[in-house]
């Protein structure tokens, strides 16, 4: 059984840093590319940030992109979400997400495994 099991998420204030993280099992997670994605109230889900299976490349959405990095552990079966300078517009609930293969292609519909989610309230 494939489990995703986000932590990570709380309350800060505007400014503040949050590290996300997400343990996989059940798959073998370095055959993986590993995506973030957030859903805000009212809004679609939307792409945050994505890494391939190796860790060699990255890719970000435009309203993250040098305010947050992704990384994983192989070793440890887990993917990361650095957020720092954060703003009140990166409340969501936050997903990762796995994907098998190498595309680039981190449309959400390409993804295989979905985690629950966590929250992340960013205070004005």
């Known amino acids: 059984q494939v489990q995703l099991v986000e932590s990570g998420g709380g309350l800060v204030q505007a400014g503040g840093s949050l590290r996300l993280s997400c343990v996989v099992s059940g798959l073998t997670f370095s055959t993986y590319a590993m995506g973030w994605f957030r859903q805000a109230p009212g809004n679609e889900r939307e792409f945050v940030a994505a890494i391939s299976w190796s860790g060699g490349a990255t890719y970000y959405a435009g309203s993250v992109k040098g305010r947050s990095t992704i990384s994983r552990d192989n070793a440890k079966n887990t993917v990361y979400l650095q957020m720092n300078s954060l703003k009140p517009e990166d409340t969501a609930v936050y997903y990762c997400?796995?994907?098998?293969?190498?595309?680039?292609?981190?449309?959400?519909?390409?993804?295989?495994?979905w985690g629950q989610g966590t929250q992340v309230t960013v205070s004005s």
């Open positions: 997400a796995a994907r098998y293969g190498s595309s680039t292609d981190f449309r959400q519909r390409n993804f295989d495994y």
